[in-house]
């Protein structure tokens, strides 16, 4: 009985782990979750953990006051569909928010925000 009980424990265990590991997170970012550059990027570029939907994943650069400021091209890289690019204008010095939302081509949907700093 106990060994039923261990082989189920660990095969939920397993199952679960999996489950986890399905979902494209961000693994990295440039400009950097967080960071400040010097002078305006050109281009945003987010890394995820898996491959992308391109039709169902999208990102954004907001200022402060909400507004949109990207050039909303946003676009899975064709070389690497585990990378989202998107097209910047030059952006003033200030505070900037990304906020991104990805589908995974194993149909899992994740989302989030981060942002980065622009000083002259």
């Known amino acids: 009985m106990k060994r039923r009980v261990l082989v189920v424990a660990l095969a939920s265990s397993a199952l679960s782990a999996s489950n986890a590991l399905a979902h494209a997170f961000l693994d990295h970012a440039r400009p950097a979750v967080g960071s400040t550059v010097h002078g305006s990027p050109a281009q945003l570029k987010l890394w995820f ?7 169902f994943s999208t990102v954004q650069v907001l200022d402060r006051s909400g507004k949109r400021v990207d050039k909303a091209d946003a676009k899975v890289d064709a070389s690497d569909a585990t990378v989202l690019e998107l097209s910047l204008p030059p952006l003033a010095p200030g505070t900037y928010r990304v906020t991104w939302r990805v589908l995974s081509v194993d149909t899992h949907v994740t989302e989030g925000d981060f942002t980065f700093d622009v000083a002259p």
Do not use: G, I, R, Y
Request: no cysteine; net charge negative.
């Open 49 to 55: 953990t898996q491959q992308l939907e391109p039709a």
